[in-house]
């Protein structure tokens, strides 16, 4: 049966959840260098909150749409990478991608699992099926999303670093090093 004895500790829980995915939105869509849609960065935790406060006795109402706005977050979170991003690896980017929508589909899991078979669901410190999955890919996905953020960062910025060895700053013409290399070359 379900533990509804968890309100604080769960809402609370969403709430955090739910604010570092508006975070990590919201990183992605700087490293995009995109403007994040603000509304939605503090719509999904206001929306969170709201369902807290509106069913505080029901359990699963909450574990529902917990469930489904963390799961959107997340996918939604992959966007920024896989649409805009184009100056880094593709390997990289799908690493990242992939971890969020990984997450994504372990937190939608957890919604399906409420909505299909609510009564079987056992308390959340249970180490059944889809509660281990989430758990392990949701902290799979901070190992391997922060990892591959860190990288995709390393890259743009080596990238930058080797353009500004070459170029002038003000014309972007090549500098007088690169011409002597180029005409050595030649």
């Known amino acids: 049966p379900l533990d509804t004895s968890t309100h604080g500790v769960f809402s609370f829980g969403s709430l955090l959840i739910s604010a570092s995915c508006s ?18 960065l503090i719509l999904t935790p206001l929306l969170l909150g709201a369902s807290e406060l509106v069913w505080a006795d029901n359990f699963l109402a909450r574990g529902l749409c917990a469930n489904l706005l963390i799961g959107l977050q997340l996918a939604f979170a992959a966007w920024p990478l896989l649409r805009h991003v184009h100056d880094v690896s593709p390997q990289l980017r799908w690493v990242v991608s992939a971890s969020f929508l990984l997450s994504a589909l ?75 290399a180029l005409v050595d070359r030649e």
């Open 106 to 180: 372990a937190t939608l899991a957890r919604f399906a699992e409420l909505v299909f078979a609510p009564a079987d669901l056992p308390d959340l410190r249970v180490a059944e099926p889809v509660n281990a999955m989430a758990f392990l890919v949701n902290h799979a996905n901070l190992l391997f999303g922060n990892l591959g953020i860190a990288l995709m960062h390393r890259e743009r910025t080596r990238a930058e670093a080797d353009r500004l060895s070459t170029r002038d700053p003000l014309t972007e013409l090549l500098n007088r090093r690169s011409i002597t």
């Open 23 to 40: 975070a990590y939105v919201f990183a992605m869509y700087g490293f995009a260098r995109k403007k994040p849609p603000r509304l939605a």
